[in-house]
């Protein structure tokens, strides 16, 4: 779930960053999860051993709102029907609610197999 270098690349740039934000919510809004009423982070896979991790660390709100919009969206998938536009998800409200937990679950798992790996040696 590490960032990938073409998007350190982009937000390095601020130029290059003006000119892909606008391509990058075309994108966001041709996906159609927002339609579904859906965030990006609610399209992350579950099966994944971190991801169940930060699952288990999210706020019960944060939770019972993720939950309540898989399920909304899966209804809406069931019927072959999109959510009213007012429902829809703004990109503004789009925001990451999950990534920042895996990405700090992955720094800690990064630092513990460092401390793992580490030897002590005495000194003669």
Known sequence: MSVSPLTKFIVKRPWLRR???PLANWYG????????GLKADDLIPEENDTVQ???KRLPPKEAYDRVFRLR???QCSLAHQL???EEHTK???DD??????IAEIEAEKAERDDL????????A
């Open 116 to 123: 793992e790996a580490m030897t002590v040696q005495r000194k």
């Open 19 to 21: 000119w892909m934000t």
């Open 83 to 85: 959510l009213p536009k």
């Open 72 to 74: 909304r969206a899966f």
């Open 53 to 55: 991790l930060a699952l």
């Open 96 to 101: 990451r609610y999950l990534s920042p937990i």
């Open 91 to 93: 990109p503004e409200d």
């Open 29 to 36: 809004n041709a996906a159609g999860y927002r339609k579904l």
